[in-house]
């Protein structure tokens, strides 16, 4: 859940009973450390995990660049907001050796990731620390694979998941199955544990994909209002709207498929193929969503969350740990 937690959200989980899990996407390697830290002391001995991403850094397409910003240029008019300069920023970085060091000091439990796997030399790094490795596979074929170059846990992300797609071997979305069609294929495919993702925000949900063979699920959707969690109130309010009824996928925030509440910008057209390189099209919108947020609008604001965000608008905000006891089946 990068950029909408800290520690403080995991800590709370691991409170409830949960495996509380820090994203590490968007922080400098400063602010990781320190909320690495935070999670580390605040465990007292109980498991955590830290989650990163490893995909490929994107190269620079000047022309596709600035073809993106000329597909935009009619907003930036109408909010009377320049343009960013090229090349333009990437928001999100992968798992890298910094990275890498910070868990051989800190030694996290659990590592996990999200577009595969990082390089292998840095992988043998995580797995020298002891701790558990996980990723997502959103196909039988990337589960074979995650277990083919060593990961311990294989995390089944159904379709229905909020946020990013965890494919990479295929960018064909047509591939990736709802979470109770994928689980079961998942299961019959690889020898390792398999964790259920997507869709899964109470524990009628947790307990329909341990029947299928899941040893946990993993929820995230559903710890969006929170009081731990850094939601906007922009993103809160979305949350509790009739619009959370409406969810879809779109690379137009950041290059790279993901499920979000249906908002003005993605209404528009929520795939595009003139997209640049994940993460790049993100600082394409900078100032176009600043404006907006300025005024109260979350027209540009990526609004992630899982096919099952509905069900938030009943009853007041849980704490993060009574919601993890609230989902807990057994």
């Given at each position: 859940?990068?950029?909408?937690?800290?520690?403080?959200?995991?800590?709370?989980?691991?409170?409830?009973?949960?495996?509380?899990?820090?994203?590490?996407?968007?922080?400098?390697?400063?602010?990781?450390?320190?909320?690495?830290?935070?999670?580390?002391?605040?465990?007292?001995?109980?498991?955590?995990?830290?989650?990163?991403?490893?995909?490929?850094?994107?190269?620079?397409?000047?022309?596709?660049?600035?073809?993106?910003?000329?597909?935009?240029?009619?907003?930036?008019?109408?909010?009377?907001?320049?343009?960013?300069?090229?090349?333009?920023?990437?928001?999100?970085?992968?798992?890298?050796?910094?990275?890498?060091?910070?868990?051989?000091?800190?030694?996290?439990?659990?590592?996990?990731?999200?577009?595969?796997?990082?390089?292998?030399?840095?992988?043998?790094?995580?797995?020298?620390?002891?701790?558990?490795?996980?990723?997502?596979?959103?196909?039988?074929?990337?589960?074979?694979?995650?277990?083919?170059?060593?990961?311990?846990?294989?995390?089944?992300?159904?379709?229905?998941?909020?946020?990013?797609?965890?494919?990479?071997?295929?960018?064909?979305?047509?591939?990736?199955?709802?979470?109770?069609?994928?689980?079961?294929?998942?299961?019959?495919?690889?020898?390792?544990?398999?964790?259920?993702?997507?869709?899964?925000a109470d524990a009628a949900g947790v307990a329909a994909v341990l029947s299928l063979g899941a040893v946990a699920a993993q929820v995230?959707?559903?710890?969006?209002?929170?009081?731990?969690?850094?939601?906007?109130?922009?993103?809160?309010?979305?949350?509790?709207?009739?619009?959370?009824?409406?969810?879809?996928?779109?690379?137009?925030?950041?290059?790279?498929?993901?499920?979000?509440?249906?908002?003005?910008?993605?209404?528009?057209?929520?795939?595009?193929?003139?997209?640049?390189?994940?993460?790049?099209?993100?600082?394409?919108?900078?100032?176009?969503?600043?404006?907006?947020?300025?005024?109260?609008?979350?027209?540009?604001?990526?609004?992630?969350?899982?096919?099952?965000?509905?069900?938030?608008?009943?009853?007041?905000?849980?704490?993060?740990?009574?919601?993890?006891?609230?989902?807990?089946?057994?």
């Open positions: 859940m990068a950029g909408v937690q800290d520690a403080r959200l995991a800590l709370a989980v691991m409170d409830g009973g949960g495996l509380g899990s820090l994203p590490a996407a968007m922080l400098a390697p400063e602010a990781l450390a320190v909320q690495m830290h935070a999670l580390a002391d605040g465990a007292r001995g109980r498991p955590w995990a830290v989650n990163f991403f490893c995909h490929t850094p994107p190269v620079h397409e000047p022309a596709r660049e600035a073809a993106w910003l000329a597909h935009l240029a009619p907003h930036y008019a109408a909010w009377g907001v320049a343009a960013p300069a090229l090349p333009l920023s990437a928001a999100r970085q992968p798992f890298s050796a910094e990275s890498a060091a910070l868990v051989e000091a800190l030694r996290p439990p659990v590592v996990s990731f999200h577009f595969g796997l990082p390089p292998a030399d840095l992988l043998a790094r995580v797995k020298a620390t002891g701790a558990v490795v996980m990723s997502s596979a959103t196909t039988v074929d990337e589960a074979r694979w995650l277990q083919a170059q060593g990961a311990d846990v294989v995390i089944a992300q159904g379709l229905e998941a909020g946020g990013h797609r965890g494919h990479f071997l295929s960018e064909d979305l047509s591939l990736q199955g709802d979470t109770l069609a994928l689980l079961p294929q998942v299961r019959a495919a690889v020898s390792v544990p398999v964790v259920a993702a997507g869709g899964i995230g959707t559903a710890y969006l209002l929170c009081p731990e969690a850094t939601t906007s109130a922009l993103h809160r309010e979305a949350l509790q709207s009739p619009a959370a009824q409406q969810t879809a996928l779109t690379n137009r925030f950041t290059g790279r498929p993901a499920r979000g509440i249906v908002n003005a910008f993605m209404a528009e057209e929520p795939m595009s193929p003139l997209a640049p390189a994940f993460p790049l099209a993100t600082a394409a919108l900078a100032p176009l969503r600043a404006a907006a947020e300025a005024q109260g609008r979350c027209d540009f604001t990526p609004l992630w969350a899982g096919q099952n965000a509905a069900l938030l608008r009943t009853g007041q905000p849980l704490s993060a740990a009574a919601l993890t006891q609230r989902l807990n089946p057994l």
